[in-house]
């Protein structure tokens, strides 16, 4: 096993296949990688030397992988529902955000979106969170006006 970056590569894995084991890195990012470095497409880890190695760490630690993209996304995300974007709304309620259905197959955005709701969510957080996002409104504010 290589460790490079803070991930494990196996060593027998082509290179091209190895190197999707970064979070951020598709099939199609690894080829590029590839070709950019000059490797065949068959070439396996094991085979590079030290140098081809740094070269591919130098590559990589040039991107925004693994954890500074993860931080990235919740950002994103974090920042879209502050401004009250319907988007937001939709991951703040986890519910499908892409214009999915809901009626019987949003059971994967509910465990994806709701990531953010299961970490601190409680029943009064929950309804709190619905009145923030005008889902509902009180008893009491009709009688307010």
């Known amino acids: 096993m290589l460790h490079l970056l803070g991930v494990n590569l196996p060593d027998q894995k ?3 296949v190895a190197l999707t084991y970064f979070y951020g890195i598709g099939p199609l990012t690894a080829r590029k990688i590839c070709s950019r ?3 065949h497409k068959e070439c396996k880890l094991s085979e590079l030397t030290e140098g081809q190695l740094n070269q591919l760490s130098g590559v990589l630690s040039e991107m925004t992988i693994e954890n500074d993209l993860k931080r990235q996304v919740a950002a994103n995300v974090q920042h879209l529902r502050q401004i009250g974007t319907y988007v937001g709304k939709r991951h703040a309620m ?3 955000v892409h214009g999915q ?3 019987g ?4 955005a509910k465990k ?4 953010m709701l ?5 029943v009064a957080d929950t ?7 005008g889902m509902f409104q009180s008893p009491l504010s009709k009688h307010q006006n």
């Open 14 to 16: 082509v290179v091209s």
């Open 37 to 39: 470095l000059s490797f």
């Open 94 to 96: 986890g519910l499908p």
């Open 101 to 103: 259905r809901t009626r």
């Open 105 to 108: 197959n949003s059971v994967t």
């Open 112 to 115: 994806l979106n709701g990531k």
């Open 118 to 122: 299961r970490k601190y969510s409680t």
């Open 127 to 133: 309804a709190f969170t619905r009145q923030a996002m």
